[in-house]
């Protein structure tokens, strides 16, 4: 299957900090990504849409300021989490689509905030 | 939201036997799908079944699927304890459209 790659894989952060997350998709493009968030021991939750030269579309709920995403070209999406606060800890993984139903996972960002 | 229901939430087997979870979903959907996902890693895609598809098989993993009761199964025979994971169900509306999450069902395997 296709392969998307994130980094980084883990990261800590003081209180207040901003952390940027990247995904990549290394043999395909990816035309949409999607980035899902996942706190212990719970599913994962969709936070947005994100189609390449166009603003991401946020699930309800998630603050569009606070976790910025750009989706510059085909193969890369960012994930900035501003001011980042210790309720943000969690496990962020973002999936691409290219042509067909599967979708390909990166293998998630963990990120600490103390 | 989430759209799916794994049934049950927590399940421990010997090795050696083989272990069903389900899962039911609300809304039509284009396809179904299975991942696997062990403790604080990313998710493997398990096995994809399409709405006009009944049952599917890969390896010692098979799929139902009955779209009339919103419901799926997945089945893994002759389990062993590298099978021990989490297993989620996601489901699609159509391509490009985002996987809906189930609550997940976490599987033990004792050796």
């Known amino acids: 299957g296709a392969v998307v790659s994130q980094h980084p894989s883990w990261v800590i952060c003081k209180s207040g900090t901003s952390v940027k997350i990247e995904c990549r998709s290394l043999d395909f493009q990816a035309t949409t990504m999607f980035w899902y968030r996942q706190f212990p021991k719970q599913s994962l939750m969709l936070m947005a849409t994100?189609?390449?030269?166009?603003?991401?579309?946020?699930e309800q709920g998630v603050e569009k300021d606070k976790f910025l995403i750009n989706h510059a070209s085909l193969t890369l999406s960012t994930l900035t989490v501003t001011s980042a606060h210790p309720e943000d800890s969690s496990f962020y993984i973002c999936s691409g689509t290219g042509q067909g139903y599967e979708q390909y996972f990166g293998p998630g960002t963990r990120l600490t905030v103390t | 939201s989430q759209q799916g229901e794994e049934d049950p939430q927590a399940l421990s087997i010997q090795e050696g036997e083989n272990a069903t979870m389900n899962c039911s979903y609300k809304t039509s959907i284009n396809n179904l799908q299975w991942y696997r996902q062990n403790s604080g890693r990313g998710l493997v895609h398990l096995i994809l079944i399409r709405s006009n598809e009944r049952e599917k098989h890969s390896g010692r993993l098979r799929v139902t699927l009955d779209t009339s009761k919103k419901s799926s199964s997945l089945l893994i025979t002759a389990s062993r304890a590298a099978d021990t994971a989490s297993y989620f169900c996601?489901?699609?509306?159509?391509?490009?459209?985002?996987?809906?999450f189930g609550k997940g069902t976490r599987l033990s395997v004792i050796a």
């Open positions: 996601a489901t699609a509306n159509s391509g490009n459209t985002p996987l809906v």
């Open positions: 994100s189609n390449e030269g166009s603003k991401a579309t946020y």
